[in-house]
């Protein structure tokens, strides 16, 4: 399975964008999907996650401004971003995962100004 992430962009503050992960093949089987993102000299941090039971968590940081959602028709998990802030800026990654096999996407890249 390959993962596609796009969306990105630069926007300001206050802004909004949704990001995309397109997943090559169904997205279903996977019991949990994230969002991961990866400020410049900082480690990769996990921002949300969805699971299959219809459970989600985010990182208290973008709590009330960011939802994660998955569309498994499409194969394609969303995180739809609002209220966008300076330090939301960075690399996003897309990460699927099912017991023994682990899939992230390339990474796209967010910018917000200030």
């Known amino acids: 399975v390959q993962l596609q992430a796009s969306g990105g962009g630069l926007v300001q503050a206050g802004g909004s964008l949704r990001l995309s992960c397109a997943a090559s093949?169904?997205?279903?089987?996977?019991?949990?999907m994230s969002w991961y993102r990866q400020a410049s000299g900082k480690q990769r941090e996990l921002v949300a996650t969805?699971?299959?039971?219809?459970?989600?968590n985010y990182v208290d940081s973008v709590k009330g401004r960011f939802t994660i959602s998955r569309d498994n028709a499409k194969n394609t998990m969303y995180l739809q971003m609002k209220d966008l802030k300076p330090e939301d800026t960075a690399v996003y990654y897309c990460?699927?995962?099912?017991?023994?096999?682990?899939?992230w996407g390339q990474g796209t890249q967010v910018t917000v100004s200030s």
């Open positions: 969805s699971a299959n039971s219809g459970y989600t």
């Open positions: 093949g169904s997205i279903f089987r996977f019991n949990v």
């Open positions: 990460r699927a995962f099912r017991p023994g096999y682990e899939y």
